[in-house]
């Protein structure tokens, strides 16, 4: 089942930095929800993975050059394939059911096997399950970002989940990375920064009181590029097993501006996106 949904506009007056090329945008929304069968068989009995696919898109925005370009971002960053970036949205997500198909039906012969080892009892774990999507988390006139979440099932003891985010420069239409934001060598103080708010959210009097919190190791909590932006400060996400194990899922941390300024860039895009208002 392939659903088409308009879902709207998104304009916004925030910051003097976007009013250069102020534009609406106009999003819809492919929403997939189907049941595909592991075996080519018409028995509901048998394994299917259980899939629903929500994927939010540009339609209209500026002109065709730089809708074009946003479309490729959206794409590139859902579909984690830079073969799609070109596609329609809607062709896209035909190959990509087609490649997720294929994949799951490459274990079929694998399922007999051990159906006939468990004496023709069924092996329960050839039930999948898949879920993605995306949402926007925070638009301006020149800054927009976006949220990618995943999950699935493939058999075994639990799921999994990741989380992955999107920040986009709508006048340039460029990606942004940590060192568009902070002055060269930001890395060590960046750390130490992330690190002491995770000490304040997790109630913990020195770093290696977050071991006891469930952390690996104090190394692993580095900044990692998967952030977004808004006007309190910069949101970091640390997927599963990334810092900590499975049972404490995602780790979010907010690092406010206010402590950031020290490494900020002077004059850069965290004052114009969020301070500049003329």
């Not at 394939?81 to 997500?93: I, T």
């Not at 103080?189 to 469930?214: C, F, H, W």
Request: glycine share 6%; aromatic share 16%; proline share 4%.
């Amino acid at each position: 089942m392939l659903v088409t949904i308009g879902v709207g506009i998104l304009s916004s007056c925030r910051g003097g930095f976007g009013s250069r090329h102020a534009s609406e945008i106009r999003f819809d929304s492919i929403v997939v929800e189907q049941h595909i069968p592991l075996l080519l068989e018409n028995d509901t009995t048998l394994p299917y993975s259980d899939i629903y696919v929500s994927y939010t898109y540009p339609t209209k925005f500026r002109d065709m050059e730089s809708l074009a370009r946003l479309q490729q971002i959206f794409q590139g960053t859902f579909f984690e394939n830079v073969g799609y970036d070109v596609m329609a949205p809607e062709e896209a997500m035909e190959y990509y059911l087609d490649a997720y198909t294929e994949e799951y039906r490459s274990i079929s012969n694998m399922f007999y096997e051990e159906k006939a080892r468990l004496e023709d009892r069924m092996p329960s774990w050839y039930w999948y399950l898949m879920r993605h999507s995306n949402k926007i988390l925070y638009q301006s006139d020149a800054l927009l970002n976006y949220a990618v979440e995943y999950s699935d099932y493939r058999g075994g003891a639990h799921g999994s989940y990741r989380i992955t985010y999107t920040n986009i420069d709508l006048n340039e239409l460029v990606t942004l990375t940590e060192e568009d934001i902070f002055i060269p060598g930001y890395f060590r103080q960046l750390t130490e920064k992330i690190v002491q708010q995770l000490m304040n959210d997790y109630e913990a009097e020195v770093p290696d009181s977050l071991l006891t919190r469930g952390f690996f190791t104090i190394e692993d909590i580095v900044p990692n590029n998967n952030f977004w932006l808004n006007e309190e400060g910069i949101h970091y996400s640390y997927n599963q097993y990334e810092i900590a194990p499975y049972s404490m899922g995602v780790i979010d941390v907010m690092v406010p501006y206010t402590e950031l300024e020290d490494i900020l860039i002077s004059n850069g895009l965290v004052d114009r996106y969020f301070r500049d208002k003329n």
